[in-house]
């Protein structure tokens, strides 16, 4: 559906970045047109406007990415381990070099995206998550292992929550906010769907079989990703949130009226542009993004520890392994309720929110190792669940607050190359602290993080 004229393109000028961090107004050169439309022209609403349609599918493939490319593992990690006759740390390391694989690409990716939107990325990404963990369920040796997962690493770049974010950024500003949510709401509950989905899998054909399955699913995610994403609101004549485009007030575009074009000597109509958003930063809040930054990388440490030992500790402790992997599925559970809290914290921010949500996941850490039994555990769900998830869409939210819109896709690549270095420093030191000194320790330093990572979440928001 079209809204508004097809305007040629001024050759005057030059255009300005759209929202996906292409150029809203290109340069005078033959070429595909522009649709434009008067502020206040027609907005298309709910199921209407493409950008939910996207958010719809992405809440849904990152629910099965995630599944298949990182929470399975936890459940995987104890009978591969013992069939490759490795250690906890070898067998951890595959993740670990995954993680590693991915931050690497991702301010690669974050340029692509803003240069040619996720699309192709994606849909190309999940066919390579497909192969990455169908190699995985063939491996034989540990290098064998750590070579599929590098496929994995990179499967995981191109289509995960960063790629995906930065479509949701492209396509929506007023609702912005709830889009993240939806998207990252349903996903947080890809481990409550996955462990024990994995679980069920491995019993009944084996890790590899298992792993089998997850390719399928993973790799079939690339048909709506083909079908339903595309670049950005302007492409289909629209604004993000589904109005119309304004018109240019490009500093160095000619003034309101008509330009004469040097092709053909004929009057064009100036080169129109997205009005800027609300809450987009227009020069950016670098202490504001290292302060976020720090919180990131503070909570990915904590989040991935539990991720990958928290099944092999209650197995440890005595859990059977259904229930142990029901418990850490249960995590995903509270994350989405933790979400929902975040979204209802506007009155106090979401820096506030999040930091919140955080100092209360170190307290179920703590509940979790100093009181025994089931009681500490349901503490360590409920808290430390709470809390699980919600830096995901805080750094989202926040980031598209402290940078401009046309740097977030690059900005969020960046951010996340130094998140991952948490990511990969997990597994491996997690494994090795648990077998030096304990869990005790271990995850006492879990809950330190967590803790951390609200104090840097509070001192962005006051340089902001």
Known sequence: MRHGRLLRVSGSGGGRAGPSGGQA?????????????????????????????????LAVTETVGYGALFYCFAVVLVPMRDDLGATTAQASGALSLSLAVSGLAAPLVGR????????????????????GVLAWSRATTLLELYAAFVVVGLAGAAVLYEPAFAVVTAWFRDGRRRALLVVTVVAGLSSTV??????ALVERSGWRGALVVLALLVGACAV??????????????????????????????????????????????????????????????????????????????????VTVHLVAHLQGS????????????????MSVAGRLVFAGGARVGPARAAATLLAGQALGVVALLAVPGTAGLVAFVVLAGAGFGVMTIARAALLGQYVPLTRY???????????????????????????????????????????????????AERAA
């Open 224 to 305: 709506p990703h083909a079908l339903v994403l595309r670049r950005g609101p302007a492409d289909l004549g629209l604004a993000p949130d589904g109005a119309g485009l304004a018109p240019s007030a490009d500093d160095d575009a000619p003034p309101r009226g008509e330009a004469r074009s040097p092709a053909d000597g004929a009057a064009a109509p100036v080169t129109p542009r997205l009005a800027t958003p609300r809450g987009d930063a227009p020069a950016g809040r670098p202490r504001s993004v290292h302060h976020l930054t720090v919180a990131a990388v503070l909570q990915a440490v904590a989040t991935t520890t």
């Open 25 to 57: 107004g290109r340069p005078a050169a033959p070429g595909p047109p522009v649709a434009s439309a008067a502020p206040g022209g027609p907005r298309l609403q709910g199921p209407r406007f493409p950008g939910w349609r996207m958010v719809g599918v």
């Open 318 to 333: 005595g859990v059977a392994p259904d229930h142990a992997a029901l418990a850490a599925g249960a995590l995903g559970v």
């Open 194 to 199: 996955f462990l024990p989905l994995t679980q």
């Open 409 to 459: 896709a690059s900005a969020s690549g960046r951010q996340a190359l130094a998140t991952t270095a948490g990511r990969v420093a997990a597994p491996l030191a997690g494994g090795a602290a648990i077998t030096a000194v304990g869990s005790g320790p271990t995850f006492a330093a879990v809950a330190a993080c967590s803790a951390a990572a609200a104090v840097a979440l509070l001192a």
């Open 112 to 131: 692509w995206v803003d240069r040619h939107g996720a699309r192709a990325l994606m849909t190309a990404g999940s066919v390579v998550a497909g192969v």
